[in-house]
């Protein structure tokens, strides 16, 4: 089955410099990548996401990269905010299987002021 | 749009006793939704995917007997713990794939059901 790794756990960022986390997947027949972010007491939220067949999207101060021969995957916040801190999940999935996610282990974010 | 909701959003009861969750696609139809659950700092774990009109898929490990789910509509899936008991605590939070417009693949996320059992 698929595995999912992410890095840093944890990631502490002065507000306004960017924040990076990577991700690298095990199962090259994934196809579909998309990042959440958790507050604290809630569920995760859909950021960005992006396929396979493409290497970047960019949605405002948020951009994912894919390297598909490296099999592995990046989420990049740009001019970060407080409001930005948060738990971010990187993930996985076949589109055409059963759909299945397989999460990341997290980063906890911290912006500080 | 794409908003999924959850109800109770925090739930105690004693051991022993049966808890239902709701979770609803308000503004889309799902075929397919998913069940996680998640301990405290750490990630989701799939616990079952439902799909309307048919059993629910359980991952390894998940009873169910224990975990039962039902997924009556195009917009609403249950998830009954029942007998629960202490280590039955946790954050359980659901999710739903649109059938149309969007991919299948993409999963919109409920706010999750906190779950105490005394």
């Known amino acids: 089955g698929e595995n999912v790794e992410q890095h840093p756990s944890t990631l502490s960022v002065q507000e306004g410099d960017s924040a990076v986390i990577k991700c690298t997947y095990s199962d090259s027949a994934s196809n579909y990548f998309p990042w959440y972010k958790q507050e604290l007491g809630k569920g995760p939220q859909l950021i960005i996401d992006?396929?396979?067949?493409?290497g970047e999207k960019k949605d405002q101060r948020i951009a994912v990269t894919l390297n598909k021969t490296a099999k592995h995957f990046s989420l990049h916040i740009t001019e970060t905010q407080p409001e930005d801190s948060a738990v971010y999940f990187c993930a996985a999935s076949y589109a055409f299987g059963n759909e299945n996610l397989t999460f990341g282990t997290g980063t906890r974010l911290t912006i500080i002021p | 749009g794409a908003v999924v909701s959850q109800h109770p959003s925090r739930v105690i009861c004693k051991s022993g006793t049966s808890v239902k969750i709701e979770c609803r696609s308000l503004d889309f139809q799902a075929t397919t939704m998913f069940w996680y659950r998640q301990f405290p700092k750490q990630s989701l774990m799939l616990m079952a995917t439902s799909n309307e009109g048919s059993k629910a898929t359980y991952e390894q490990g998940v009873e169910k007997d224990k975990f039962l789910i039902n997924h009556a509509s195009l917009t609403l899936s249950t998830l009954t713990v029942t007998s629960a008991h202490p280590e039955d605590s946790s954050f359980y939070i659901c999710s739903a794939s649109p059938i149309a417009g969007g991919q299948r693949d993409t999963q919109y996320f409920g706010p999750g059901t906190r779950l105490t059992v005394l």
């Open positions: 992006i396929r396979s067949n493409v």
